[in-house]
Structures are given as structure tokens and as C-alpha cells.
């Protein structure tokens, strides 16, 4: 056992356990997902105008802060989905071939991938948060020369990925894989 | 203690090479998100998860190895990933509660 007394810098903090909760709309069939820290999981269907959401699937999953122990600057990232590493994607994308690059420099390549914006589109995280989350998840590393490079959704990855390749809980045990679009 | 040794004290079947790395403590869950909120680095992480999203978990949070407990294996895409992230993946047909007890007996505190 190694006790390290250090305190880090970057500290997740505020963690809250909840659920990623995903929807569709009935005539559409568009998809969304939100987080609801709930105990009990909302299911039932509800009319936003002209269309009706129901409930669709859930996932167990969290949402956290990062604190700054040194200025005490807290960082939320409500806006975030989750975390999707390069392996999980097909190997013909273009994210699979620059994490392959990446990983010959000892760099492990994840993206952060947010909820739906209202208008369809994503919700933007901006590039100082992501600065944030990258020092937070490679204060953590105890490899030597092991790095974290946590991206933004550059590649539009959030119409083709489905829900089943972000790091969520789909499932205590099973974890299956989802064939589904986010 | 060394992953190596503690892989020989619990009989753990390697399905990956074992990297000489320092074992800092052990995490015992089945949720992703558990592992990333509360997994320290160097930890040994015992599981029954088998999905590729487990290991990318322990990479972020850079476990040093996975216990995959109750004889589950990982299927050989994920073991190439856990390859190339050099976090070690060993099956034991012991149950979590029981490869937690060996850990224990082994002297990881």
C-alpha cells in the first residue's frame, strides 16, 4: 500500500449519483437525453407542443464538479453526457485513427460528450472547462509518461456514436452493447 | 506490493502480460461511473464487468489491473485494448466477496 498524503490541486467534487435518462419523441423518433438525480427515475410521457417524449431508456451515471483546491474555484459540468474513448469507437472512424497515433506517444484520447441543446444540437462545453477537466483526470495518472487528452465533440461524433459506446451505466451487470443513436 | 505477486498469492489466471507496477489499494464495483469518481490511481479493480467501457474506466483513472471475478472473461477485442493501455486483466472463478478476502489475507490494507 502506498499512502499519499498529498492533496491534489484538481479534485471532483459535488459528486452526484442520478441516472442519464433517454427519451423519444413519438412521431419523430428523435432521441434525447438528460440527467435526473431523482431517486426514482421519471417515466412517464409528457407533450412539449406538438410533440409527445417517453421515456426510452435510462443509464446509471453521475455528475460532478471540479474544485481548484488552490484558488477554491469550482468548475460544474452539467452539460456533460459522458466520456467515450477512442477504443470504443468503429476502427475506420477518424477518432479511432488519431487515438491510434495518439497512443504511440503514450496519450489516451477520450471525448466529452454533451446533451442535446434544445435545437437538436449539442450543448457546447467551452475550451477553458475542458482545460479544467484535462488537468483534473491527469493529476490523477501515477504512470510514467501516461496522458489524458479529453477533446470536444469535434468530430460530430454525436450523430453516428450510440448511447451504448459512452461511458455510462447501461445496466449493473450486463452492460450490452447499444446499437442505438445518440 | 506487486501486481505480479498478488496475481501468484490469489492463483488469478493472467489473460494479458502484467506491467511492474505497484499496487496502491484495491476497488471493488460493476459501475463505470463508480470506478471513475472513486477509483485511485494504482488500484486493482475487481469486477465482473466484461464491456469494453470498464476498461476505458480503468484507463482513465489508470488502474493497474482488472480482476474479472466469478470465471467471466473479457472477449479478445476488449484484451487488446487492455493490452495496448497495459492494465493487466486477470479471471478467477472466485466470487468479488471472496477475491476481497484473499486481498485482504494477502496483506493489501
Known sequence: MVNDTTRPRYELTDVEPGYVIIEREMYSHAARSYFSAEPVPPKEPYREGARVWSFWEMAQSFRFAVRDNHTGETVRFDEMLGLLYYGCCDKDSELYRIGELAHENRISIYVAVTYEAPDGGRLEMPLDKLVVLNKAFNERLRTRDKKILILPDSFGLYKELSYGQIMLDFGLTAMEEKVRSA | ?109
Open chain 2, 1 to 109: 506490493m506487486k501486481l505480479q505477486e498478488i496475481a501468484d498469492k490469489l492463483e488469478l489466471e493472467g489473460l494479458t502480460p502484467v506491467p511492474d507496477r505497484d499496487v496502491t489499494g484495491v476497488y471493488i464495483s460493476d459501475m463505470v461511473s463508480d470506478v471513475i469518481a472513486n477509483a485511485k490511481a494504482g488500484n486493482l479493480l475487481v469486477t465482473v464487468q466484461v464491456h469494453s467501457n470498464a476498461l476505458a474506466a480503468a484507463n482513465l483513472v489508470d488502474i493497474c489491473g482488472i480482476v474479472v471475478a466469478q470465471g467471466k472473461k473479457p472477449a479478445d477485442d476488449v484484451l487488446k485494448m487492455a493490452v495496448k493501455a497495459e492494465i493487466a486483466i486477470f479471471s478467477t472463478a472466485l466470487n468479488r466477496w471472496q477475491v476481497a478476502t484473499k486481498l485482504y489475507e494477502a496483506g493489501i490494507r
